[in-house]
């Protein structure tokens, strides 16, 4: 049995529905319901955009799963809507403070507080939701990133050969796109950009 990559595509890719008629949706932690104990629940007032799977050490993945999907939204679209309480952030010297529940672990939003090329974005698992017709993947990101949290290199070829089958192109940082604007946000700053 090949390792999980993510639970969503394991058995195939299913389309999102389009942006423009998506109102959005919750997203609850992993803790059961009990009257003690409720999920941590944050509310999205839009789909996400660049929707893709990150194998970086530092976003949170399902257990046993390779990688993590993670999505953007900008922060106003963004709302924790019950037992705000349990969140704490895991790393407050990383550039992306991920609030995660204290009971159950599950990241819950990622916010960007200081100067950034994504300042104004947050980042968010919607595979933490019921609804359907969430942004459907879009690539992979840091792929070579799992051998550092143990993955044997030796299996690199089969794990970007199942993107590359559901049409995820993978790369080893992120896509050109967001590439792009990272760096032309770092010229623009650096005055070398004027656009
Ligand atoms: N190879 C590193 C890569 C970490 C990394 O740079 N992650 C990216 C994608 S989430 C990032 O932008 N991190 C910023 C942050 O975590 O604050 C690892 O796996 O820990
Ligand atoms: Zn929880
Ligand atoms: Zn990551």
Redesign the pocket.
């Known amino acids: 049995m090949p390792p999980s990559l993510h639970p969503l595509i394991d058995n195939g890719l299913t389309k999102g529905s389009p942006s423009e008629s998506f109102p959005g949706g919750t997203l609850h932690c992993l803790c059961p319901s009990s009257s003690s104990n409720s999920p941590v629940e944050i509310t999205l007032s839009s789909n996400v955009s660049h929707n893709h799977f990150?194998?970086?050490?530092?976003?949170w993945k399902p257990s046993g799963s390779l990688f993590?999907l993670?999505g953007v939204i900008p922060k106003t679209h963004l709302s924790v809507t019950a037992n705000g309480h349990k969140l704490a952030v895991i790393?407050n010297s990383?550039?992306?403070?991920?609030y995660a529940c204290k009971d159950c672990g599950t990241h819950m939003y990622?916010r960007?507080e200081k100067e950034h090329p994504f300042y104004g974005l947050d980042?968010v698992h919607v595979e933490l939701s019921d609804q359907k017709g969430w942004q459907e993947p879009q690539f992979a990101?840091?792929v070579?990133?799992?051998i550092?949290?143990g993955f044997d290199p030796r299996g690199m070829d089969e794990v970007r050969a199942r993107f590359k089958s559901l049409g995820l192109e993978t790369y080893d940082?992120?896509s050109p796109p967001l590439m792009d604007a990272i760096a032309t946000w770092t010229a623009k700053r650096a005055g070398k950009l004027s656009l």
């Open positions: 990150c194998g970086c050490s530092k976003c993590s993670v790393d990383a550039a992306i403070l991920r990622g960007i980042f990101a840091f070579s990133s799992i550092e949290q940082a992120l």
